[in-house]
């Protein structure tokens, strides 16, 4: 590699944890450049509460020293009070996630590195939101598939932020498909894995019971794995999910397609939560997040545990490094 990645950090909802954590990470030297997207007032305040030295410098400098960092500000137009969300900031919220992820899309960084946001403040201001995940994809125009991942394990999801009784609809085979074909490419690409191994999970109890738990291991997983192992995709399942994770079986795996968010994600956090990110798979760039909430009770007491943020950092920092590796300019 011939150049450090230059890494677009946005901290998120300016009344969570995330400028505090942010500010933390920017005491550290890191193998990336960090240039900031968000509030000024919010991070070096934040800094401030919690003792910690921090300098704004101009957004152009190519290095920064530990202690200060290149800002795009996006300034909130209500007073940011720890801990109280406010609708009227939504918009710089989420502007800051757009500006970072033109500036990824320019080629000015590498790849980004995001705090945890709000949803029901950014509602309430007026904004429909989902997920950081989703308005990337329709930022860059291209599908995206979410994954987490800490030392432990790889979870992908087949489904998302859905309440539960619309997952098996939601669950169709060209999305399923799609999401497959997304994990397979990113776990050769991003991750290096030549001839990746994935275990699908089924959707229902004891992956359907043969039909007799429910029908979608029947007439959607099972012809999509079918179809792409013919393809040459290294595909296992349709898995009860109830004993794919064993540790035995886990240790086989490349990643896990979970078929909605709480059948994975809990024995994820489980064996590492600290650890965990959470990575948009897809995107013409790296896109690494961390993997909890706003924490608002923790917001502005100097408590937040930083080490999801510093794991989302280093993670981007490898997968934005092997991408410029791979590029015909390195």
Same mark, same amino acid.
Not at 56 to 76: E, I, K, W, Y
Not at 193 to 218: K, S, T, Y
């Given at each position: 590699?011939?150049?450090?990645?230059?890494?677009?950090?946005?901290?998120?909802?300016?009344?969570?944890?995330?400028?505090?954590?942010?500010?933390?990470?920017?005491?550290?030297?890191?193998?990336?450049?960090?240039?900031?997207?968000? &509030?000024?007032?919010?991070?070096?305040?934040?800094?401030?509460?919690?003792?910690?030295?921090?300098?704004?410098?101009?957004? &152009?400098?190519?290095?920064?020293?530990?202690?200060? @960092?290149?800002?795009?500000?996006?300034?909130?137009?209500?007073?940011?009070?720890?801990?109280?969300?406010?609708?009227?900031?939504?918009?710089?919220?989420?502007?800051?996630?757009?500006?970072?992820?033109?500036?990824?899309?320019?080629?000015?960084?590498?790849?980004?590195?995001?705090?945890?946001?709000?949803?029901?403040?950014?509602?309430?201001?007026?904004?429909?939101?989902?997920?950081?995940?989703?308005?990337?994809?329709?930022?860059?125009?291209?599908?995206?598939?979410?994954?987490?991942?800490?030392?432990?394990?790889?979870?992908?999801?087949?489904?998302?932020?859905?309440?539960?009784?619309?997952?098996?609809?939601?669950?169709?085979?060209?999305?399923?498909?799609?999401?497959?074909?997304?994990?397979?490419?990113?776990?050769?690409?991003? @991750?290096?894995?030549? &001839?990746?191994?994935?275990?699908?999970?089924?959707?229902?109890?004891?992956?359907?019971?043969?039909?007799?738990?429910?029908?979608?291991?029947?007439?959607?997983?099972?012809?999509?794995?079918?179809?792409?192992?013919?393809?040459?995709?290294?595909?296992?399942?349709?898995?009860?999910?109830?004993?794919?994770?064993?540790?035995?079986?886990?240790?086989?795996?490349?990643?896990?397609?979970?078929?909605?968010?709480?059948?994975?994600?809990?024995?994820?956090?489980?064996?590492?939560?600290?650890?965990?990110?959470?990575?948009?798979?897809?995107?013409?760039?790296?896109?690494?997040?961390?993997?909890?909430?706003?924490?608002?009770?923790?917001?502005?007491?100097?408590?937040?545990?930083?080490?999801?943020?510093?794991?989302?950092?280093?993670?981007?920092?490898?997968?934005?490094?092997?991408?410029?590796?791979?590029?015909?300019?390195?």
């Amino acid at each position: 590699m011939t150049h450090r990645p230059r890494l677009a950090l946005v901290p998120g909802e300016p009344a969570g944890v995330g400028p505090e954590l942010c500010a933390r990470a920017l005491q550290r030297s890191w193998d990336a450049e960090l240039e900031v997207f968000g &509030d000024s007032d919010a991070l070096l305040s934040a800094a401030s509460r919690i003792g910690l030295p921090l300098e704004r410098v101009q957004a &152009d400098r190519l290095s920064t020293p530990a202690g200060s @960092f290149p800002l795009h500000d996006m300034p909130a137009p209500h007073a940011v009070r720890p801990g109280h969300p406010e609708p009227a900031n939504a918009r710089a919220t989420v502007g800051a996630l757009v500006a970072a992820a033109g500036a990824c899309g320019s080629g000015r960084c590498h790849g980004m590195v995001t705090g945890p946001v709000h949803k029901a403040a950014i509602n309430a201001g007026g904004i429909a939101y989902t997920g950081t995940t989703g308005l990337l994809a329709a930022h860059a125009g291209c599908d995206v598939l979410m994954m987490l991942a800490n030392p432990a394990m790889r979870v992908a999801l087949a489904t998302v932020h859905l309440p539960l009784r619309e997952v098996a609809d939601a669950l169709t085979p060209a999305r399923l498909e799609r999401g497959l074909r997304i994990l397979h490419a990113a776990l050769r690409s991003d @991750f290096g894995i030549a &001839d990746p191994l994935v275990a699908v999970l089924g959707l229902n109890p004891h992956a359907g019971e043969d039909g007799h738990l429910g029908r979608e291991e029947i007439d959607v997983i099972i012809p999509v794995v079918e179809r792409l192992r013919r393809e040459g995709l290294r595909l296992e399942g349709p898995l009860p999910a109830d004993t794919a994770f064993l540790p035995a079986k886990l240790a086989r795996f490349d990643a896990v397609m979970a078929m909605y968010h709480d059948q994975g994600l809990p024995v994820l956090k489980h064996a590492g939560f600290e650890e965990a990110v959470n990575i948009s798979l897809g995107l013409p760039w790296p896109r690494v997040a961390v993997d909890h909430g706003t924490a608002l009770d923790l917001a502005g007491t100097g408590r937040a545990d930083p080490s999801s943020l510093f794991a989302a950092i280093e993670t981007c920092s490898r997968l934005a490094a092997r991408r410029i590796a791979r590029s015909p300019r390195a």
